[in-house]
């Protein structure tokens, strides 16, 4: 077993540059929620790391709540199918959801979960996604607040697994090719 930092390929974001995107656009959406009540959503598990920080800079009161989503077993590709693992535990009828994602790779699971918080009665549905991968984008979502548009690799950190792991790295990377062949387990 190697120490995470090893293990890095590459470093596409770091935690400085993440963080203040992240707190740029937490003091756009307390502009734009004043007076609103709004509820934060995150998409668990990858997006619980991103969510802390989010709310963290927020500068109005907000609600948060959790959903665990997954589309991806433990490989690289998507399944195609939205697991809800977990629901929420708020009734979100005639509330404004912010909905924070730490990454829309094909769009599947948000495009999934805008229109099943919309069937709840959500008075508004919003996104704000830490990461964008435009190549890979199969199902548009209209994203609110942008973080980083990334190129078509797979990357981990900050709440991003590789089979469940490397959540905790605190920046964005590459994973040297060797973790993929297993050869590090
Ligand atoms: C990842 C990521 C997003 C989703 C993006 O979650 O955290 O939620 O995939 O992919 P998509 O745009 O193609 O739907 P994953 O299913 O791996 O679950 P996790 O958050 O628990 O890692
Ligand atoms: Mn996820
Ligand atoms: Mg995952």
Not at 22 to 27: D, G, L
Not at 76 to 101: F, M, N, P, Y
């Amino acid at each position: 077993i190697k120490d995470v930092q090893d293990t890095i390929e590459e470093e596409l974001i770091s935690h400085d540059d993440l963080e203040e995107k992240i707190v740029q656009m937490a003091h756009r959406a307390s502009e734009d929620y004043k007076g609103k009540n709004p509820l934060l959503v995150a998409v668990l598990k990858g997006a619980a790391n991103v969510m802390t920080t989010f709310s963290q800079a927020m500068t109005i009161p907000v609600e948060i709540d959790y959903m665990s989503l997954s589309s991806y077993g433990s490989g690289t590709q998507s399944t195609g199918k939205v697991l809800v693992r977990h629901d929420l535990s708020t009734d979100i009828a005639g509330r404004h959801v912010l909905i924070v994602e730490d990454i829309i790779d094909s769009g599947f699971t948000l495009d999934w979960l805008v229109k099943e918080f919309k069937r709840r009665g959500a008075a508004s549905v919003e996104i704000f996604a830490m990461l964008e991968k435009p190549a890979r984008l199969k199902f548009p979502v209209d994203v609110k607040y942008k973080g980083f548009q990334i190129p078509d690799k797979f990357v981990v950190g900050y709440g991003l697994d590789y089979d469940e792991k490397y959540r905790n790295l605190d920046s964005i990377a590459v994973l040297k090719p060797a973790v993929y062949k297993g050869e590090y387990a």
